[in-house]
């Protein structure tokens, strides 16, 4: 758990051992009962729930770019910046948008919904030209 304070994972995956039979592992005599592994991967990932809100909080801000996946309810849109994976990360919930999925948009971070990045689009101001 110190590890993961430490290190900061932006995401993080724990799984508890799964037995494989003919395994040195799996022929091992008092092996550790299930309702113990589930407990130490709920620990885990509480540590890491914490890290990982901190390291979206400081996000918050930012500018990057996503590409956006899906329309989830009129003027939001799910995407995916450079760190997202798809179907395992989290994903960035575009709000005041009207573009399509399959764009490529350029966001800014204002905040978070559990694991999730709310950012609005970008709008650059064009400069006005002297006459």
């Known amino acids: 758990m110190q590890f993961i304070r430490e290190f900061r994972f932006d995401a993080l995956g724990v799984f508890p051992y799964s037995l494989e039979p003919e395994t040195p592992a799996g022929r091992m005599k008092d092996q550790i009962p299930d309702h113990v ?7 885990l990932m509480s540590v890491q729930q914490e890290v990982a809100f901190a390291q979206a909080d400081r ?3 930012d500018g990057f770019e996503v590409l956006l996946d899906q329309r989830v309810k009129p003027g939001v849109l799910a995407g995916r910046h450079q760190g997202q994976a798809p179907a395992v990360d ?15 948009l350029r966001v800014r971070c204002v905040g978070r ?10 709008r650059v101001a064009l400069p006005v030209l002297g006459t």
């Not at 994903?91 to 490529?104: I, K």
């Not at 919904?113 to 970008?122: C, G, M, N, R, V």
């Open 113 to 122: 919904e559990a694991y999730d990045l709310i950012a609005l689009p970008t």
């Open 90 to 104: 989290s994903v960035t919930l575009v709000r005041e948008c009207d573009a399509a999925p399959g764009e490529f």
């Open 59 to 61: 996000r918050v801000g």
């Open 37 to 43: 592994k589930q407990e130490r991967v709920d620990r």
